[in-house]
Each structure stands twice: as structure tokens, then as C-alpha cells.
């Protein structure tokens, strides 16, 4: 395992796929109708927000009911509202036939997907509950919008005629909102299954629809960032930032993306306040920030982060744990704690046998003590794996690199 492997997405895995729907033998395809019937308020437009909520919410329903009943998700121990939730930013709605006559707005629609690859999708998001919350926010506004607008056409019944058109005012801007919901869903859905460019194009139409959507902001930002446009990307997440103050997973992206392109301060900025923020910890926001304290020579501070993860992440296998002993051996051997450092990496190479700059900065710290049998013994593992100057090491000292 190479040492920087783990500087992969932190908070969110945007590159879970789901394969663009085949047909395949597995495919389940559910199919639901709805037929509003417009009030005096409504218009084409807002009937078809309507619309497209309720039928949306019946195709989830129906989707969520058959996944409850597999073996996998009754172990995700997830409630139904969180399968609804993550469901709805993993799948789209298709229309299959629409129509409106002035009264009534009729629709169709479909979703059609592999439940293998649904499955797979939900077991990773639900892993992430910041990223679960934040797919429930976002359907739970969805229905409170629905339930207002249903309240505001109630209202309408009653209301005096100066009264009607401020409530017909506010009842189009609920709709949009409510249609903002719907792209941003589909924005992520597309999203998680590599259409990053449609994503974009869905996040922009949930921000016209409702300029205040952070979560909407924060996806295109996502978006951005794997189409390696880094600076759209740090706009998005700072307005998404602006929106919600204690938005962890945009302070967490941003840290990261600070990172890569090397501003070293604001990434630690972002990447404590992220830390501060969610309410379970990360291993990857630990990592990173050690990570960028060890290049910055604050080798105890990166111990101390290298130090959380060991402590957080222990019982749970993850493989930053490994890096969290190898982290922190090297930190340690740069402040000349040399037993430290040495049973460290002697842990971290336990853990990952192939761990190749682990042998290698174990090799730098038997050539340091003198060991030198030793010494040319790791640097030609690491050479084995891919470090060109463990090889360089043994053939300085004479040694054969078999």
C-alpha cells in the first residue's frame, strides 16, 4: 500500500457507481401514476412539482418496502425513513407520460434499477451518517414543502381577495423550492453514478429554482472537484458554507480540495472546524490533517492525530488505522524517539505486510541505528513494492536486490 493512498474523497465517496441501468436479469423496474387536480393558485409549472413529489414519493415507498425485505439491508439496521432518504439520491424517476388540460396534471413514472447495485450504493452512504443526514434534510424538506403547499391551497379557500395574491405569490415560490428538491435528488443520484457533467447541470437548475439550497451548492461543488475544477469547486463549497455555518461535510471537501492544491493553512482551518462539526468522527479528516502538521515539521501535533485514529478506529478494521501507526512512526522518528517509531512501523507492517514506504522509512531508521543487516533487509521489501530508493539503498551498500 502506497502511503498516500488514502487521500481519497474524505467525506464523501463521490465515485460509488451505479452502473447506467442495463438490461440486465436483475432489474426491477416499479411504476406508479398520479393525477392532481389544480387549485386557482396553481399553474402548469407548480402542478407538476406537485405531481412529480407525490409520485416520486410512492416510487420510493414501493422501491424502500422490497429492499426491507432483503436479508442485506434488514442488517444495515436502517430505519425506513433513512431508506427512503439515501434511496432517493442513489435513484431517478423516469416519466413515462405526462399530460395537462388547464385542470388536472396527469404523470407517470418509473424507476428502473438493479438492486445489487443499489444495495451496494446504500451500504456506502449509510456508512458516511453526515452524508445520510444530509440526504434527510433534504427529502424531509421535500415533504414539508408538499405539506405546505397543500396548507397554502386550504388557505386559499378562506383568504380575502388582497389576500389571494400574496398567498398565490408565496405559493409559487414554495413550488419552486419544492422543484429544487427534485433536481438537486437528481443531481446526486446522477452524481453517484459518474454523470458528473448532468450532475452540474442538475445542481445549477436546484440553485435557480431556490438560490439558498446549501445542499445544492455543496453537490455541484462535488461534481466540480471530480472533474478536477478546483476553483468552481471552493466557490460552491464556500457558498454552501455561507448558507449553513455548520455545514461539516463543505468544510471537510473544501479542507480537502485546500489540500491538493497546496494551501496548507486554510486546509487545516477547514479540516478542524470539520473534525469540530460532525458528529462522528472521521478517520480521514485525522489522517489528512496529520498528514499536512508532518509536512509542515509539527511532528507532535501529527502524532496526536495519528494517535486519534489508532484510539477511534481500532475495533473497526479500517485501513487508516495502519496508516495512523505508520503516520506517527515516522513523526516519532523525526523528534528522535527512535523505540516509538520502531514499534510503530513494526505495527503498521503487521497490519499491511506490503506496506512499501513502510519498510522503507523502517530501513532509513535501522540505517540510522546502525543495523545495517537489517537495514538493506526492508529497503529491499520496499523495493519489491515499488520504491526506487529502497533499491538504491541496498546497492549502495553492496547488496544484491533479489
Not at 354 to 372: E, G, I, P, T, V
Request: net charge positive; glycine share 6%; aromatic share 12%.
Amino acid at each position: 500500500m502506497k502511503k498516500n493512498l488514502c487521500t481519497a474523497t474524505l467525506f464523501f465517496l463521490a465515485a460509488i457507481l451505479i452502473c447506467p441501468y442495463p438490461a440486465v436479469a436483475g432489474m426491477k423496474t416499479f411504476t406508479k401514476e398520479y393525477t392532481y387536480a389544480a387549485s386557482e393558485m396553481d399553474s402548469k409549472v407548480s402542478c407538476r412539482a406537485v405531481a412529480m413529489e407525490q409520485v416520486k414519493r410512492l416510487l420510493l415507498e414501493e422501491l424502500g418496502t422490497y429492499l426491507e425485505s432483503t436479508t442485506e439491508v434488514a442488517d444495515f439496521q436502517l430505519t425506513k425513513d433513512q431508506i427512503t432518504a439515501i434511496t432517493a439520491g442513489i435513484v431517478s424517476a423516469e416519466i413515462v407520460k405526462e399530460s395537462w388540460n388547464g385542470r388536472e396534471y396527469y404523470l407517470m413514472a418509473r424507476i428502473s434499477a438493479d438492486p445489487d447495485d443499489v444495495l451496494r450504493s446504500v451500504d456506502t452512504l449509510r456508512k458516511d451518517r453526515e452524508k445520510t443526514a444530509e440526504l434527510m434534510i433534504v427529502r424531509k424538506k421535500a415533504e414539508e414543502l408538499s405539506r405546505e403547499l397543500e396548507r397554502m391551497r386550504k388557505e386559499l379557500e378562506t383568504a380575502k381577495t388582497s389576500g389571494k395574491e400574496i398567498t398565490a405569490e408565496k405559493y409559487g415560490k414554495t413550488a419552486d423550492k419544492l422543484s429544487a428538491m427534485e433536481w438537486f435528488e437528481k443531481g446526486h443520484a446522477l452524481d453517484v453514478r459518474g454523470y458528473n457533467e448532468k450532475a452540474i447541470e442538475a445542481y445549477t437548475m436546484a440553485i435557480k429554482l431556490n438560490p439558498r439550497l446549501a445542499e445544492a451548492y455543496h453537490g455541484r461543488g462535488l461534481a466540480a472537484y471530480n472533474m478536477s475544477r478546483y476553483q468552481p469547486a471552493i466557490k460552491d463549497y464556500s457558498r454552501a458554507i455561507e448558507l449553513n455555518p455548520n455545514y461539516g461535510l463543505a468544510y471537510g471537501n473544501r479542507g480537502f480540495l485546500y489540500n491538493r492544491i497546496g494551501d496548507y493553512r486554510k486546509s487545516l482551518e477547514d479540516l478542524s472546524r470539520a473534525i469540530e462539526l460532525r458528529t462522528d468522527p472521521v478517520p480521514g479528516a485525522f489522517y489528512l490533517r496529520g498528514e499536512i502538521y508532518y509536512r509542515l515539521r509539527k511532528y507532535q501535533q501529527a502524532i496526536d492525530d495519528y494517535t486519534r485514529i489508532i484510539a477511534l478506529f481500532s475495533e473497526n478494521g479500517t485501513g487508516y488505522v495502519q496508516l495512523g501507526y505508520y503516520g506517527r512512526g515516522r513523526a516519532y522518528r523525526r523528534l528522535g524517539e527512535f523505540d516509538k517509531a520502531l514499534e510503530d512501523f513494526n505495527r503498521a507492517l503487521e497490519l499491511d505486510p506490503q506496506h512499501a514506504y513502510a519498510y522503507y522509512d523502517r530501513c532509513m531508521l535501522y540505517d540510522h541505528l546502525k543495523q545495517y543487516d537489517r537495514a538493506v533487509s526492508d529497503c529491499r521489501a520496499a523495493a519489491k513494492y515499488g520504491v526506487k530508493k529502497g533499491a538504491e539503498y541496498v546497492r549502495s551498500k553492496g547488496a544484491r536486490i533479489e
